[in-house]
């Protein structure tokens, strides 16, 4: 079997590279005008024109590299014309900063799903405690309720799961004038269950 010589093998390995879409290679130098050359193990140098560094124009290549750095990018032409394969460093961070764009929205939605499915739980655990609690409630039973509004027919008493209406005549035994100057929103008063329809439910203090 008859050996490759070196010039075959080397002119091998550069078409393998030839496919390589994205190169990885040694920062080699950077000149005034902002171009970054490097060098990935290819035959020829490659070279980021400045244009090619960032979209944002006022960028310098020098605050982000030096010599001796690793820096990665796209292969725009194997030949720009001078013997330099070239290179963009801003369309590498375009596709990056996709990829983690849609990877971002991706765990957004998926946040939205779990607060979702959160919400949709308490939902039901909420109306489980309500419909155990309008089971259980009985007339004659004592709460430490508080009022969470007051009219000038009542107050509402909020009893934990459900709220219930201490109308002015169930206040006392006595006759009460105007519930606002007897009560205020947010104060602990102390009532009886006086009756229990479908849906309401109606308080006494006497």
Do not use: C
């Given at each position: 079997?008859?050996e ?25 130098g ?35 590299f030096?010599?001796?750095?690793t ?11 001078l ?16 990829i983690?764009?849609?990877?971002l ?11 979702k499915?959160?919400?949709e739980?308490?939902?039901a ?5 309500i ?5 259980n ?20 008493v ?39 329809s ?9």
């Open positions: 079997m008859e490759k010589s070196f010039e075959e093998l080397y002119n091998e390995s550069l078409n393998e590279k030839r496919f390589d879409k994205t190169v990885t290679g040694t920062v080699i950077i000149s005034s005008k902002g171009e970054i050359f490097v060098d990935f193990g290819y035959k020829a140098d490659g070279i980021i024109p400045k244009k090619e560094y960032s979209d944002d124009e006022t960028l310098d290549p020098k605050d982000e030096e010599t001796g750095d820096i990665s990018a796209d292969v725009l032409q194997w030949n720009d014309g013997g330099n394969v070239l290179l963009s460093y801003k369309k590498l961070k375009r596709r990056e900063n996709a983690k764009e849609k990877e929205r991706e765990q957004r939605v998926k946040e939205r799903e779990i607060q499915q959160e919400y739980k308490q939902k655990e909420k109306a489980k405690n419909e155990e609690f309008w089971n409630l009985k007339v004659g039973e004592t709460f430490a309720g508080t009022i969470s509004k007051i009219a000038d027919y009542g107050i509402f909020d009893l934990g799961l459900v709220r219930g209406l201490l109308h002015i005549s169930e206040m006392s035994w006595g006759r009460v004038e105007s519930p606002k100057k007897v009560f205020t929103v947010g104060q602990t008063v102390k009532v009886y269950i006086k009756s229990i479908e849906t309401k439910v109606a308080l006494s203090m006497k």
